[in-house]
């Protein structure tokens, strides 16, 4: 009989900001799995951007995470050290003809897209990529390439679901678990290595949560329609494909939800100003808190 999988899961961070009360549910959601399951819960740093990670964010992500009593195995992973074994993976779909390097800057897309009333939108809102820059003959890539200017990778998805070609679909854990069907067309080519970091948020996630054995990835509700892609990424790169559970997010008093951008410090202040972990937990949604 072939042995079970022993169940991994982790709280994935990008350390831009302060831990916001969002980021407490999250970890505290995927800790608890852990428990239940008599797993492991693991921490990674998700730094790849470069531009705005910040050494002191890290050490506050372990130092929030520590006071509200969560433990993880060291050392931790941190993307920023695996770039090689992410333009590894991107080798091997340019190999395949399945990603394309592309000079497009966001001025361009617009520009491109601005006659099309009604411009179709990816499941995140954002305008489809209009496809400049993919069917070009290899002697005008070169050409591009030699005058230097910055280009992103783009994964090609016609391609990508011509080799692929399943339906694919994924097993949802929120609630009562299901099987959810994935359209990762609706996104378009999207982009595998930025122009500024040789990888995108996409490529690292699948690589690392295969790398570190994750058989459940925890996180909000905001990156389930990201699961498409991700999932048909661990197609392409014959990766295992996770288990998911994306929790609710946490909203403030007036419904929106908290995010670092918009100034959310959460629970660090709430620390420094001498509330017990205890307190700070009372905040959070069921099954931690009454908020
Ligand atoms: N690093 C991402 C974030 O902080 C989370 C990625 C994930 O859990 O897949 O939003």
Redesign the pocket.
Do not use: G, H, I, K
């Given at each position: 009989m072939k042995e079970a999988k022993k169940f991994v899961t982790r709280f994935?961070?990008?350390p831009n900001g302060w831990l916001h009360l969002g980021h407490a549910y999250s970890a505290l959601t995927a800790a608890r799995a852990a428990q239940d399951a008599g797993g492991d819960f693991l921490l990674r740093i998700?730094d790849i951007d470069v531009g705005r990670a910040r050494p002191h964010f890290v050490e506050g992500i372990y130092q929030d995470l520590d006071w509200l009593g969560l433990a993880w195995p060291e050392p931790v992973m941190l993307q920023s050290t695996r770039f090689a074994i992410y333009e590894a993976a991107l080798a091997k779909l340019r190999e395949q003809e399945l990603a394309y390097p592309c000079w497009a800057t966001r001025g361009d897309i617009l520009a491109a897209i601005e006659a099309h009333k009604d411009w179709p939108r990816d499941p995140d809102g954002a305008p489809l990529y209009p496809g400049l820059y993919r069917d070009l003959p290899e002697s005008r890539r070169k050409q591009l390439m030699w005058e230097g200017k910055p280009y992103c990778w783009r994964l090609d998805m016609t391609k990508a679901r011509a080799r692929v070609s399943e339906q694919l679909s994924y097993k949802e854990c929120h609630g009562q678990p299901e099987t959810l069907p994935l359209d990762p067309s609706a996104f378009g080519d999207v982009v595998l290595a930025r122009k500024d970091v040789p990888t995108s948020?996409h490529l690292a996630?699948v690589i690392d949560d295969a790398a570190q054995g994750v058989t459940q990835?925890t996180?909000g509700q905001d990156?389930q329609p990201a699961t498409a892609i991700h999932v048909l990424l661990q197609k392409l790169l014959e990766l295992p494909q996770p288990d998911y559970l994306h929790h609710p997010l946490v909203r403030d008093v007036t419904g929106r939800r908290l995010s670092k951008q918009a100034g959310d410090n959460g629970f660090r202040n709430l620390r420094q100003e001498g509330m017990s972990a205890d307190a700070v937990m009372a905040l959070l949604p069921p099954p931690f808190g009454r908020g």
């Open positions: 994935a961070p990008s998700e948020y996630v990835v996180r990156l």
